[in-house]
């Protein structure tokens, strides 16, 4: 693991609409990707790149088929999450194929916000904890262990990011 990484989860019970075999890609270049990659992949890179971090850890072309390595990467995935300088939550989604809202895909509303002297004030309309608890993303096992593991996390939501930490 290196100490720049960071990592997506997806919140996301369906595959990508272009499904891609990692594996495929691996026989002609090890680790490579496959060349069409989903937009919630894009998006993770595009953030991770405008946070100067150069690593991106995605489960789905990062944990090997081998099924021994396979079993041990999943026993160290305390280690892969909380080792990360953040975690990348794609909270809301039908498919891979939907980037991360306000990277690629449009915010379905905007907050409402005003400008006070040297002060913005934005309206939340409900608890972003509440509303993400109640997510999906929390539903799965995998995904709400990679969240209970991870120090940091980026919350893309439909309408707000939200950091927790």
């Known amino acids: 693991m290196k100490p720049s990484e960071s990592r997506l989860t997806e919140s996301i019970g369906g595959e990508p609409q272009q ?4 594996g495929a890609s691996r026989a002609v270049v090890p680790y490579g990707l496959p ?3 989903p937009k919630v992949v894009e998006d993770a890179i595009t953030v991770i790149l405008k946070m100067g971090l150069q690593f991106l850890w995605v489960d789905r072309y990062c944990v090997e088929t081998d099924a021994t390595v396979k079993h041990q990467q999943i026993a160290a995935m305390d280690q892969i999450y909380s080792g990360a300088v953040f975690t990348i939550v794609a909270a ?3 498919s ?3 980037g991360l809202h306000g990277i690629s895909e449009v915010r379905k509303e905007a907050p409402y916000g005003v400008d006070v002297g040297r002060f913005s004030y934005i309206q939340i309309k409900s608890d972003p904890l509440k509303r993400f608890q109640c997510s999906k993303y929390q539903q799965r096992g995998w995904t709400y262990q990679e969240f209970i593991l991870s120090s940091h996390c980026f919350i893309f939501e439909a309408d707000q990011v ?3 930490c």
Not at 19 to 22: A, F, Y
């Open 92 to 94: 809301v989604g039908q």
């Open 96 to 98: 891979g194929d939907e």
């Open 162 to 164: 939200v950091f927790l």
């Open 19 to 22: 499904k891609s075999d990692p």
């Open 35 to 37: 060349e069409l990659l």
